[in-house]
């Protein structure tokens, strides 16, 4: 099993372009699979320096329904005719990030009805197959998650809180080793990783992605507890973890002084096999 960052907030090569999005590239069991598509077509290109082409992903996933993450859908469509894209139907919904003060900033997908007929929509738990499974029934103790008061939907002429429904993960097995891939893990990495444990009967052995702590306020109380508490959680077992993207400078440092080298940089072009 191989796992390749294509795009993400920082590059790791000169010759790799950054975008502030996430779009993450996995071989597994012969399949071939696009886990988010950026902010735009950039990771195309990227995919192209890195020796993988995009024509050839059989098997396509948007983790939720923002612009970051799913920017890139039509360019995606329009480079590759066959493969499938499995969201949830909830990532269709209007996403906003609204502050005080400001005028809604529309933060959801791009116009998507002529891509359509590519979707497929999945419910709590989706088998793909291969080893292929998608999730979203994550138990939701706000205690271990980054509050995000500011992404709201709006629903006819006002606003609530996004309670993320339109998320989902994707584990990957092969041989007896399983990788999860998050895309910004609003639910929380720790509750995320609980439901990806409940359904692999374990731990697993890599986890790529976001981990939505970059608007935590350094020093702040409540800010040290949510980090003490995800590290103590992520220090068990011997998962090796590759964030950035949504994760943030001070929470990254915070938890690489509790994980050391099992918490590593996901900038584009990083990569892991399995």
């Given at each position: 099993m191989k796992i390749v960052t294509l795009l993400e907030n920082t590059s790791g090569r000169p010759v790799l372009a950054a975008a502030r999005g996430l779009s993450l590239y996995v071989e597994a069991a012969g399949r071939k699979v696009l886990f988010d598509?950026?902010?735009?077509?950039?990771?195309?290109?990227?995919?192209?320096?890195?020796?993988?082409?995009?024509?050839?992903?059989?098997?396509?996933?948007?983790?939720?329904?923002?612009?970051?993450?799913?920017?890139?859908?039509?360019?995606?469509?329009?480079?590759?005719?066959?493969?499938?894209?499995?969201l949830r139907r909830e990532a269709l919904g209007a996403?906003?990030?609204v502050l005080p003060g400001q005028e809604a900033n529309y933060i959801g997908l791009p116009e998507t009805g002529a891509l359509a007929e590519r979707f497929s929509f999945?419910?709590?738990?989706?088998?793909?197959?291969?080893?292929?499974?998608?999730?979203?029934?994550?138990?939701?103790?706000?205690?271990?998650?980054?509050?995000?008061?500011?992404?709201?939907?709006?629903?006819?002429?006002?606003?609530?809180?996004?309670?993320?429904?339109?998320?989902?993960?994707l584990l990957a097995e092969e041989n007896g080793r399983a990788a999860l891939l998050i895309g910004c893990g609003h639910s929380g990495v720790v509750n995320i990783l609980r439901a990806a444990k409940r359904h692999l009967g374990r731990l697993p052995d890599v986890v790529f992605g976001g981990f939505h702590l970059f608007e935590l306020a350094p020093g702040a109380p409540e800010a040290e507890a949510l980090l003490r508490a995800t590290a103590e959680e992520l220090r068990q077992g011997s998962t090796i973890y590759y964030t950035g993207h949504c994760t943030g400078d001070w929470a990254y440092g915070r938890l690489k002084e509790a994980l050391g080298d099992r918490l590593r940089p996901m900038d584009c072009g990083a990569s892991a096999e399995l």
């Open positions: 598509m950026g902010p735009d077509a950039s990771f195309l290109g990227n995919a192209r320096t890195l020796g993988i082409d995009p024509a050839a992903v059989d098997t396509a996933v948007l983790s939720h329904g923002h612009s970051d993450h799913g920017g890139g859908l039509a360019a995606f469509c329009e480079c590759n005719r066959r493969a499938k894209i499995y996403y906003y990030a999945t419910g709590d738990r989706e088998d793909l197959g291969d080893g292929l499974t998608l999730f979203s029934d994550v138990e939701d103790d706000k205690s271990l998650r980054a509050a995000a008061p500011k992404l709201q939907e709006k629903i006819g002429e006002g606003f609530r809180p996004d309670g993320f429904a339109h998320e989902q993960h």
